[in-house]
C-alpha cells in the first residue's frame, strides 16, 4: 500500500466508520496518547522500566500502526499530501545532513 493508498484507506474508513474526523485539536491529543503508549513499550522492552500485569495488553506494532492511523487522518483533515510532504522532507534532510551524520565522531565510534 503506498502512502497514497493508505491516506484514501483511512478517508473511507473513517466515512463508513467514524461518522466524521474528530477534530484537529482531539486528533493531535490522540495522537499524543498513541505516542505515549509507543513509549511505554519501548521503555518496558528496550529500556529499563520493568512490566507491569497491566502492560501485557500492549503490542509495539499495533500501537505504532495506531500512531500512523491518527497522524494520516490529521494530514487528510488539514489537506496535507503525505507523499509530496515525505518526499519534500526527505529532500531537505538530505540537504542539510549529508555530511553530518558521517563526519559525527559520536556515531562512527571515532
Given amino acids: 500500500m503506498t502512502i497514497e493508498e493508505a491516506q484514501q484507506t483511512v478517508d473511507s474508513w ?8 474528530f477534530n484537529e485539536l482531539t486528533n493531535m491529543a490522540i495522537l499524543t496518547e498513541e ?3 509507543v513509549a511505554r ?9 520493568s512490566y507491569k500485569t497491566s502492560d501485557n495488553s ?4 499495533d500501537e505504532i500502526a495506531d500512531v500512523l492511523f491518527v ?4 494530514a487528510n483533515q488539514t489537506g496535507i499530501n503525505l507523499t509530496e510532504a ?3 522532507n526527505l529532500e531537505k534532510k538530505t540537504k542539510r545532513d549529508s555530511l553530518r551524520h558521517k563526519e559525527n ?6
Avoid at 500492549?58 to 506494532?61: C, G, I, P, Q, T
Avoid at 497522524?71 to 490529521?74: A, D, E, G, Q
Avoid at 565522531?105 to 571515532?110: A, I, M, P, T, V
Fill in 14 to 21: 473513517i466515512k463508513t466508520n467514524g461518522v466524521r474526523y
Fill in 35 to 37: 505516542v505515549g503508549e
Fill in 41 to 49: 513499550i519501548i521503555a518496558r522492552k528496550y529500556g529499563e522500566q
Fill in 58 to 61: 500492549f503490542n509495539l506494532e
Fill in 71 to 74: 497522524l494520516i487522518c490529521i
Fill in 86 to 88: 515525505f518526499n519534500s
Fill in 105 to 110: 565522531k559520536k556515531l562512527n565510534g571515532s
